[in-house]
């Protein structure tokens, strides 16, 4: 006959002192993001296009972060679906993200207001007062990206109720400042409202680092992508999983008279060809063949649909494979949960040791007053 356990032999042990202290450092220290998001850890899941629908921002609420979803160049229709979906999965808070150049940008935000959601997100530039005053009009949080200090105030002033600093450590469009400078102009000088800290972070050490400098929590891209409840095609997480931080570059851009938006992505054909290209069609425009405006267009057109090709179809040669350079910190895939509790695990683990070793000094001082 079976017998049941003792209720004593399933209680997990007790938290040693200075794992509980740290906890409860980590919470003091992400409160003011944890209050605005309404979640448990002021960890976002960084909206990606493709990858951050119904599933992946439901398991990332679901885990105790606040999920994105990537409106991309989803129509009205489909985004009301989606948010409906989404909310099928969870009950906690989620948010939308938004580009700012959307033809539909005002429907979108409409949908947005129909479904009461609580945060949007504007990404992709600028936003206008009209976007602005809609969103606020529907009461929900504004988050706005801010490449420098002074857009991060006009953004302020503007209606936005947190900012999103997004170094180009960052997976996907990046700007040209690393988040470690973006973090040191912007934290100490923008106290008025939340930031949160993107781009390059893989570890809960780093969460801790940025939140000690003033963010009130941090958004990740790159480490969510191989999440077992991510849609991504296998083809595109094994690719991931085989990379290091060195293989998450940048575009190239090989005239200045031919603009290239900088985007990080994994290194592949794709990458190869697009500098052929380039080469190709700046040879027609010197040879007077094709007008500036023309060659312009056929190399923004060359990435059109590569990362659906990449992330959904799994052509992980032709496609486009937007990665951040944390992609190095992907180690296989795991689940949501597995994800969040390591990062949280890594912070809580790291404040610990250091109120140790604080301790142990503080200790060994007065050992040798005493002595
Ligand atoms: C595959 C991929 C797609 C992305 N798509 C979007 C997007 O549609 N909108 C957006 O604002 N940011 C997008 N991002 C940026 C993420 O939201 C996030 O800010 C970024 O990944 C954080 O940096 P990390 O990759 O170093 O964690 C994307 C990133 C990746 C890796």
Partial sequence: MAVAAEPSAVRTPPLPAAHVEARRQLDRLWQRGRDFLGCDFAIMGGAMTWVSDRNLVAAISNGGGFGVIACGSMNPTQLDAEIAATRALTDRPFGVNLITLHPQLSELIEVCARRKLSHIVLAGGLPGGGAVGQIKEAGAKLLCFAPALALAKRLVRAGADAIIIEGMEAGGHIGPVSTSVLA??????????????????????????????????VQLGTRFVCARESVAHPNFKQAFIRAHARDAVASVQLDARFPVIPVRALHNGGTERFMEMQREVIGRFLAGEVAQKDAQLEIEHFWAGALRRAVIDGDVENGSLMAGQSVGMVGSEQTTREILDELVDQAIAQLAARNSLSRAARDGGRASAEG
């Fill in 184 to 217: 040191q102009e912007i934290l100490p000088a923008l106290l008025d409202v939340p930031v949160f800290v993107a781009g390059g972070i893989g570890r809960g050490e780093a969460v801790v680092s940025f939140l000690e400098m003033g963010a009130a929590g």
